[in-house]
C-alpha cells in the first residue's frame, strides 16, 4: 500500500482545543533540559513581559500532536505507521505560547512526494489562539518508506 | 529576571560561535521526555521492542534532540521567546545505552543576518559520538 496522492490539499477539521497548563509547560522544559527562568518561573517570565510562564520552542509538537493522529488515522491515506519516520520538523512562531493560551491546530496536507520508492508526506499544522491569532505553524515531513 | 543582556544584532559576524552545550542523556532523560511530550513509542524505553523492529537498541525521541539542542541559543538571546523559526532533519538516532547512555554536544555558530528583519539565522551542529545527528538544524531569533 502506497500514500494515496490525493491527501494533497486537504484539510483536517480543527482537533479539540489544548490549555496550556504552567505545570506542564515546566514539566516540559525540564524534559529538554531548560534552563531559562522565563521558562519556568512565572516571576521571571512577567519580568520578561509574558502573562506567565513561556514554553520551549518544541513544546508547540505536544499541541500538534493531536493533528498528526487524525493525519495518520485517516481511512483513505495510506499511511502505514510502522513504516514512519520523522525525517524534518519546523516550528515558525507569531508568538511564544504562554501557559493559560487555548490553542486549536487544524492540520493541511501541504505536499505527497514519491521518491525513490519512499513517499514524503509535509503536514502543516496551524495553531491559533483563543482570539483565532495565528501562534505557530508546525511542520513535520513524514517518509513513508516502501515496501522491501 | 534576566540580568544578561540581549546580543546585538549588529555585533554579530557570519560564523561566529554564539553558543556550546553538552548534554547526558541516560534512559532516565528518555522517559522523562516521553511523560513530559506524550510520546510512548516503546522504542525510546524497551530494549526488546526496538531490537524486533531491526534498531540497534533504544533511541532517544528526535524531538527530544531537537528540544534541547535550541537550549544553548536560548540561554544566549536571554529569553525564550526570541526563537521565532526553528527547524532540523533528522539524520542520525541518537542511540542510549542503558549504562553508558549517550553524550550530545551542540555548537552554535551564526549562519546568517537580516537587519532588516533584525534577525539572526543560528545554525546548529549537533553531535554524539562524534557523528552529526541532527541536519539543516536553524533556529532563527529575533533581536530586535
Redesign the interface.
Same mark, same amino acid.
Request: proline fraction near 7%; hydrophobic fraction near 40%; charged fraction near 20%.
Given at each position: 500500500m502506497s500514500v494515496n496522492p490525493e491527501l494533497q490539499g486537504r484539510v483536517f477539521p480543527p482537533v479539540a482545543p489544548y490549555l496550556v497548563g504552567r505545570e506542564?509547560v515546566r %514539566?516540559?522544559a525540564?524534559?529538554?533540559?531548560?534552563?531559562?527562568?522565563?521558562?519556568l518561573d512565572p %516571576? @521571571?517570565a512577567r519580568? *520578561?513581559g509574558?502573562a506567565d510562564v513561556? *514554553?520551549?520552542?518544541?513544546f508547540a509538537?505536544?499541541v500538534q %500532536?493531536a493533528t498528526l493522529a487524525q493525519l495518520l488515522a485517516e481511512p483513505d491515506a495510506g499511511i502505514d505507521f510502522?513504516r514512519v519516520?520523522?525525517?524534518? /520538523?519546523?516550528?515558525?512562531?507569531s508568538?511564544?505560547i504562554v501557559a493559560g493560551d487555548l490553542l486549536t491546530a487544524t492540520l493541511t496536507v501541504a505536499s505527497v512526494k514519491s521518491l525513490g520508492g519512499h513517499s514524503m508526506v509535509t503536514a502543516e499544522s496551524r495553531v491559533v489562539d483563543a482570539a483565532g491569532a495565528h501562534v505557530v505553524t508546525a511542520?513535520s515531513t513524514l517518509v513513508v518508506r516502501g515496501d522491501e | 529576571?534576566?540580568s544578561q543582556a540581549t546580543p546585538v544584532l549588529a555585533d554579530l559576524t557570519v560564523g561566529d560561535v554564539v553558543a556550546t552545550g553538552t548534554?547526558p542523556l541516560t534512559r532516565d532523560?528518555l522517559v522523562?521526555?516521553a511523560?513530559?511530550?506524550?510520546?510512548f513509542n516503546p522504542i525510546h524505553y524497551r530494549d526488546d521492542v526496538a531490537v524486533s523492529?531491526g534498531l540497534p537498541g533504544v533511541l532517544a525521541h528526535?524531538?527530544?534532540t531537537? #528540544?534541547?539542542a535550541?537550549?544553548p541559543v536560548?540561554?544566549w538571546a #536571554?529569553?525564550? #521567546?526570541r526563537?521565532?523559526?526553528? /527547524?532540523?532533519?533528522?539524520t542520525r538516532p541518537v542511540l542510549v545505552d542503558p549504562v553508558d547512555g549517550a553524550e550530545v554536544t551542540v555548537v552554535a555558530k551564526v549562519g546568517a543576518i537580516d537587519p532588516a528583519a533584525g534577525i539572526a539565522r543560528i545554525d546548529l551542529a549537533v553531535s554524539a559520538n562524534e557523528v552529526t545527528v541532527l541536519g539543516?538544524a536553524q @533556529?532563527r531569533v529575533s533581536l530586535v
Open positions: 506542564k %514539566e516540559f525540564r524534559a529538554v533540559f531548560a534552563t531559562s527562568p522565563i521558562n %516571576e @521571571a519580568a *520578561a509574558y513561556v *514554553a520551549p520552542p518544541t509538537v505536544v %500532536e510502522s519516520v520523522h525525517g524534518d /520538523q519546523r516550528f515558525s512562531f508568538r511564544p511542520t | 529576571m534576566t548534554f532523560s522523562r521526555y511523560g513530559a511530550s506524550g510520546d523492529v528526535g524531538m527530544l531537537m #528540544g534541547f535550541v537550549q536560548v540561554d #536571554g529569553d525564550p #521567546g526563537i521565532v523559526d526553528y /527547524q532540523v532533519r533528522f539543516k @533556529a
